[in-house]
Protein backbone atom coordinates (compact mmCIF):
# COMPACT_ATOMS: atom_id res chain seq x y z
CA UNK A 1 0.00 0.00 0.00
CA UNK A 2 1.35 3.66 -0.70
CA UNK A 3 1.70 5.25 2.31
CA UNK A 4 3.02 8.83 2.76
CA UNK A 5 6.80 9.00 3.94
CA UNK A 6 5.84 11.58 6.62
CA UNK A 7 3.63 8.58 7.83
CA UNK A 8 6.04 6.18 8.17
CA UNK A 9 8.67 8.41 9.52
CA UNK A 10 6.42 9.53 12.37
CA UNK A 11 5.42 6.25 13.29
CA UNK A 12 9.23 5.24 13.18
CA UNK A 13 9.94 8.25 15.29
CA UNK A 14 7.07 7.61 17.92
CA UNK A 15 7.82 3.81 18.13
CA UNK A 16 12.09 4.40 17.67
CA UNK A 17 13.02 2.21 14.68
CA UNK A 18 14.50 3.21 11.29
CA UNK A 19 12.99 2.75 7.73
CA UNK A 20 15.24 1.08 5.57
CA UNK A 21 15.33 3.33 2.29
CA UNK A 22 16.50 1.26 -0.25
CA UNK A 23 18.51 2.67 -3.61
CA UNK A 24 16.21 0.47 -6.57
CA UNK A 25 17.97 0.15 -9.56
CA UNK A 26 16.02 -2.34 -11.46
CA UNK A 27 12.81 -4.34 -11.58
CA UNK A 28 14.38 -7.08 -9.71
CA UNK A 29 16.05 -4.64 -6.55
CA UNK A 30 12.05 -3.59 -6.25
CA UNK A 31 10.87 -6.92 -6.55
CA UNK A 32 13.54 -8.58 -4.13
CA UNK A 33 12.59 -5.45 -1.49
CA UNK A 34 9.03 -5.64 -1.57
CA UNK A 35 9.49 -9.22 -1.18
CA UNK A 36 11.40 -8.58 2.06
CA UNK A 37 9.41 -6.25 3.72
CA UNK A 38 5.94 -8.64 2.73
CA UNK A 39 7.80 -11.18 4.46
CA UNK A 40 8.89 -9.29 7.26
CA UNK A 41 5.93 -7.30 7.70
CA UNK A 42 8.07 -3.32 7.65
CA UNK A 43 7.57 -0.74 5.88
CA UNK A 44 9.50 0.06 3.12
CA UNK A 45 11.28 3.26 1.32
CA UNK A 46 12.05 2.44 -2.14
CA UNK A 47 14.34 5.51 -3.42
CA UNK A 48 16.18 6.74 -6.38
CA UNK A 49 19.14 9.36 -6.76
CA UNK A 50 19.70 11.97 -9.02
CA UNK A 51 23.43 10.49 -10.02
CA UNK A 52 21.94 7.42 -10.92
CA UNK A 53 19.10 8.30 -13.21
CA UNK A 54 21.82 7.72 -16.38
CA UNK A 55 21.80 3.94 -15.95
CA UNK A 56 17.81 4.40 -14.25
CA UNK A 57 16.00 7.02 -15.86
CA UNK A 58 13.25 8.44 -13.14
CA UNK A 59 10.87 8.67 -15.84
CA UNK A 60 10.88 4.90 -16.56
CA UNK A 61 11.62 3.93 -13.20
CA UNK A 62 8.72 5.69 -11.86
CA UNK A 63 5.79 3.70 -12.53
CA UNK A 64 7.64 0.20 -11.94
CA UNK A 65 8.13 1.72 -7.74
CA UNK A 66 4.45 3.16 -8.17
CA UNK A 67 2.65 0.02 -9.08
CA UNK A 68 4.89 -2.35 -6.56
CA UNK A 69 4.19 0.34 -3.89
CA UNK A 70 0.21 0.16 -4.32
CA UNK A 71 0.27 -3.77 -4.97
CA UNK A 72 2.10 -4.73 -1.82
CA UNK A 73 0.32 -5.71 1.75
CA UNK A 74 2.66 -3.35 3.68
CA UNK A 75 3.06 0.41 4.08
CA UNK A 76 6.02 1.88 0.93
CA UNK A 77 7.16 5.25 -0.20
CA UNK A 78 8.65 6.31 -3.39
CA UNK A 79 11.31 8.69 -2.68
CA UNK A 80 13.60 10.90 -4.86
CA UNK A 81 17.12 10.73 -3.11
CA UNK A 82 20.11 13.78 -3.67
CA UNK A 83 17.72 15.97 -5.56
CA UNK A 84 20.02 18.48 -6.62
CA UNK A 85 17.68 21.09 -7.99
CA UNK A 86 14.78 22.35 -7.83
CA UNK A 87 14.14 21.00 -11.40
CA UNK A 88 14.37 17.82 -10.24
CA UNK A 89 12.23 17.82 -7.60
CA UNK A 90 9.58 19.00 -9.65
CA UNK A 91 9.90 16.01 -12.33
CA UNK A 92 10.05 13.75 -9.62
CA UNK A 93 6.91 15.32 -7.90
CA UNK A 94 4.94 14.79 -11.60
CA UNK A 95 6.36 11.52 -12.08
CA UNK A 96 4.48 10.46 -8.77
CA UNK A 97 6.42 10.19 -5.92
CA UNK A 98 5.36 11.02 -2.61
CA UNK A 99 8.09 12.54 -1.49
CA UNK A 100 11.14 14.16 -2.37
CA UNK A 101 14.79 15.25 -1.19
CA UNK A 102 16.25 18.19 -2.27
CA UNK A 103 20.13 18.11 -1.61
CA UNK A 104 21.92 21.46 -0.24
CA UNK A 105 23.91 20.73 1.56
CA UNK A 106 27.36 21.93 -0.51
CA UNK A 107 25.60 25.20 -0.43
CA UNK A 108 26.20 28.05 1.68
CA UNK A 109 23.47 28.09 4.55
CA UNK A 110 21.17 31.07 3.12
CA UNK A 111 21.53 29.65 -0.04
CA UNK A 112 20.41 25.88 1.04
CA UNK A 113 17.62 27.54 2.68
CA UNK A 114 16.03 29.78 0.16
CA UNK A 115 16.20 26.68 -2.26
CA UNK A 116 14.78 23.92 -0.07
CA UNK A 117 11.91 26.62 0.68
CA UNK A 118 10.74 26.65 -2.44
CA UNK A 119 10.61 23.10 -3.04
CA UNK A 120 8.74 22.64 0.20
CA UNK A 121 6.41 25.65 -1.14
CA UNK A 122 6.14 23.25 -3.78
CA UNK A 123 5.33 20.42 -2.87
CA UNK A 124 3.12 21.59 -0.23
CA UNK A 125 0.99 22.14 -3.08
CA UNK A 126 1.04 18.60 -4.51
CA UNK A 127 0.56 16.78 -0.44
CA UNK A 128 4.55 15.59 -1.02
CA UNK A 129 6.61 15.33 1.90
CA UNK A 130 10.17 16.97 1.40
CA UNK A 131 13.96 15.47 3.05
CA UNK A 132 16.84 17.82 3.08
CA UNK A 133 20.31 17.77 4.28
CA UNK A 134 22.43 19.94 6.56
CA UNK A 135 26.42 19.26 7.08
CA UNK A 136 28.06 17.85 4.83
CA UNK A 137 27.96 13.82 4.08
CA UNK A 138 31.87 12.79 3.19
CA UNK A 139 32.32 9.91 0.47
CA UNK A 140 34.82 7.19 -0.19
CA UNK A 141 35.00 7.27 -3.91
CA UNK A 142 34.17 3.76 -4.15
CA UNK A 143 31.56 1.89 -5.61
CA UNK A 144 28.99 3.30 -8.08
CA UNK A 145 27.16 4.82 -5.13
CA UNK A 146 25.88 8.47 -4.35
CA UNK A 147 29.35 11.19 -4.92
CA UNK A 148 28.91 13.69 -3.05
CA UNK A 149 32.65 14.75 -1.70
CA UNK A 150 35.29 13.06 -0.25
CA UNK A 151 36.17 11.13 2.95
CA UNK A 152 38.11 14.38 4.64
CA UNK A 153 34.83 16.12 4.56
CA UNK A 154 32.89 13.50 6.96
CA UNK A 155 33.80 15.62 9.70
CA UNK A 156 31.83 18.79 8.90
CA UNK A 157 29.80 18.00 11.14
CA UNK A 158 25.67 19.04 10.93
CA UNK A 159 25.50 22.11 13.44
CA UNK A 160 22.97 21.74 16.36
CA UNK A 161 21.82 25.57 16.49
CA UNK A 162 21.74 25.98 12.31
CA UNK A 163 19.95 22.46 12.01
CA UNK A 164 16.95 24.39 14.32
CA UNK A 165 17.04 27.34 12.36
CA UNK A 166 17.04 25.19 8.95
CA UNK A 167 13.95 23.29 10.02
CA UNK A 168 12.16 27.02 11.11
CA UNK A 169 13.15 28.12 7.79
CA UNK A 170 12.13 25.49 5.62
CA UNK A 171 9.04 23.42 7.22
CA UNK A 172 11.16 20.47 6.07
CA UNK A 173 9.49 17.26 7.44
CA UNK A 174 12.51 14.91 7.60
CA UNK A 175 16.44 16.13 8.13
CA UNK A 176 19.28 14.36 6.68
CA UNK A 177 22.42 14.97 8.83
CA UNK A 178 26.22 14.64 9.23
CA UNK A 179 28.02 12.52 11.97
CA UNK A 180 30.57 11.25 10.12
CA UNK A 181 28.66 9.21 7.88
CA UNK A 182 30.43 8.49 4.22
CA UNK A 183 28.51 7.58 0.93
CA UNK A 184 29.68 4.10 -0.70
CA UNK A 185 31.70 1.12 0.43
CA UNK A 186 33.71 1.95 2.95
CA UNK A 187 37.16 0.66 3.50
CA UNK A 188 37.33 1.07 7.17
CA UNK A 189 34.02 1.18 9.62
CA UNK A 190 32.92 4.82 10.28
CA UNK A 191 33.20 5.99 13.91
CA UNK A 192 30.06 8.13 13.88
CA UNK A 193 29.54 11.34 16.34
CA UNK A 194 26.59 10.00 18.21
CA UNK A 195 26.96 12.88 21.10
CA UNK A 196 26.40 15.13 18.08
CA UNK A 197 23.20 13.06 17.35
CA UNK A 198 21.53 13.12 20.57
CA UNK A 199 22.23 16.58 20.65
CA UNK A 200 20.80 17.16 17.24
CA UNK A 201 17.76 15.00 18.21
CA UNK A 202 17.60 16.74 21.73
CA UNK A 203 17.15 20.19 20.20
CA UNK A 204 14.24 19.16 17.16
CA UNK A 205 11.81 16.90 17.19
CA UNK A 206 12.01 16.21 13.71
CA UNK A 207 12.37 12.92 12.27
CA UNK A 208 16.02 12.55 11.23
CA UNK A 209 17.99 10.54 8.22
CA UNK A 210 21.19 8.66 8.29
CA UNK A 211 23.15 8.11 4.35
CA UNK A 212 25.34 6.55 3.78
CA UNK A 213 23.81 3.27 5.73
CA UNK A 214 26.23 0.59 4.00
CA UNK A 215 29.14 -0.42 6.52
CA UNK A 216 28.00 1.14 9.51
CA UNK A 217 28.58 -0.57 12.50
CA UNK A 218 25.56 -2.59 14.16
CA UNK A 219 26.44 -0.46 17.38
CA UNK A 220 26.49 2.28 15.92
CA UNK A 221 23.39 1.60 13.60
CA UNK A 222 21.23 0.85 17.03
CA UNK A 223 22.75 4.19 18.82
CA UNK A 224 21.45 5.49 15.66
CA UNK A 225 17.99 4.41 15.64
CA UNK A 226 17.20 4.72 19.49
CA UNK A 227 18.28 8.34 19.39
CA UNK A 228 16.59 9.97 16.47
CA UNK A 229 17.48 8.20 13.25
CA UNK A 230 14.01 7.27 11.54
CA UNK A 231 15.46 6.63 8.16
CA UNK A 232 18.37 5.27 7.03
CA UNK A 233 19.75 5.03 3.18
CA UNK A 234 21.13 1.86 1.33
CA UNK A 235 22.22 1.67 -1.73
CA UNK A 236 25.76 0.05 -1.98
CA UNK A 237 25.05 -2.59 0.57
CA UNK A 238 23.11 -3.82 -2.40
CA UNK A 239 24.97 -3.53 -5.04
CA UNK A 240 27.75 -5.41 -3.01
CA UNK A 241 25.13 -8.15 -2.62
CA UNK A 242 24.34 -8.63 -6.29
CA UNK A 243 27.74 -8.70 -7.19
CA UNK A 244 28.55 -11.49 -4.95
CA UNK A 245 25.85 -13.72 -5.64
CA UNK A 246 26.22 -13.17 -9.68
CA UNK A 247 30.18 -14.26 -9.32
CA UNK A 248 29.20 -17.02 -6.81
CA UNK A 249 26.54 -18.20 -9.69
CA UNK A 250 28.74 -17.73 -12.60
CA UNK A 251 31.52 -19.47 -10.86
CA UNK A 252 30.10 -22.37 -10.09
CA UNK A 253 26.92 -23.35 -12.19
CA UNK A 254 28.61 -25.13 -15.83
CA UNK A 255 25.45 -23.22 -17.81
CA UNK A 256 24.49 -20.04 -16.70
CA UNK A 257 21.94 -18.31 -17.80
CA UNK A 258 20.28 -14.55 -18.29
CA UNK A 259 17.18 -15.84 -16.41
CA UNK A 260 18.64 -17.45 -13.68
CA UNK A 261 20.84 -14.20 -13.48
CA UNK A 262 17.65 -11.99 -12.88
CA UNK A 263 16.06 -14.53 -10.28
CA UNK A 264 19.94 -14.55 -8.26
CA UNK A 265 19.35 -10.33 -8.42
CA UNK A 266 16.10 -10.77 -6.83
CA UNK A 267 17.20 -13.02 -4.03
CA UNK A 268 20.39 -11.02 -3.41
CA UNK A 269 18.17 -7.89 -3.18
CA UNK A 270 15.78 -9.26 -0.62
CA UNK A 271 19.08 -11.01 1.13
CA UNK A 272 20.50 -7.68 2.04
CA UNK A 273 16.91 -5.84 2.16
CA UNK A 274 16.06 -8.53 5.16
CA UNK A 275 19.27 -7.93 7.02
CA UNK A 276 18.88 -4.26 7.46
CA UNK A 277 15.19 -4.44 8.25
CA UNK A 278 16.16 -6.24 10.96
CA UNK A 279 18.88 -4.19 11.72
CA UNK A 280 16.83 -1.18 11.81
CA UNK A 281 14.02 -3.09 14.07
CA UNK A 282 11.18 -2.16 11.54
CA UNK A 283 10.58 -5.88 11.17
CA UNK A 284 7.17 -6.42 12.38
CA UNK A 285 5.82 -2.55 12.02
CA UNK A 286 3.63 -2.47 9.35
Known sequence: MYVPFKELLTDAHKRKYAVGAFNCLSIENVMGAIQAAEELRSPLIIQLAEVQFPYSPM??????????????????TVHLDHGQSFDTCARAIKAGFQS???????????????????????????????????????DTGIGAGESTGD?????????VEESAEFIALTGIDALAIAIGNLHGKYVATPQLNITRLKEINKRNNMPLVLHGGSGTSVEDFKSCIHNGICK???????????????????????????????????????????????????????
Open 100 to 138: VMFDGAALPFEENVRITSQVVQMARSFGVDVEAELGKVG
Open 59 to 76: ELMAPVYIKAAEKASVPV
Open 232 to 286: INVATAIQIGITNKLKTYMETDPHPNYIDMKYKMIEASKEVVMEHMLLFESDGKA
Open 151 to 159: ASSADVFTD
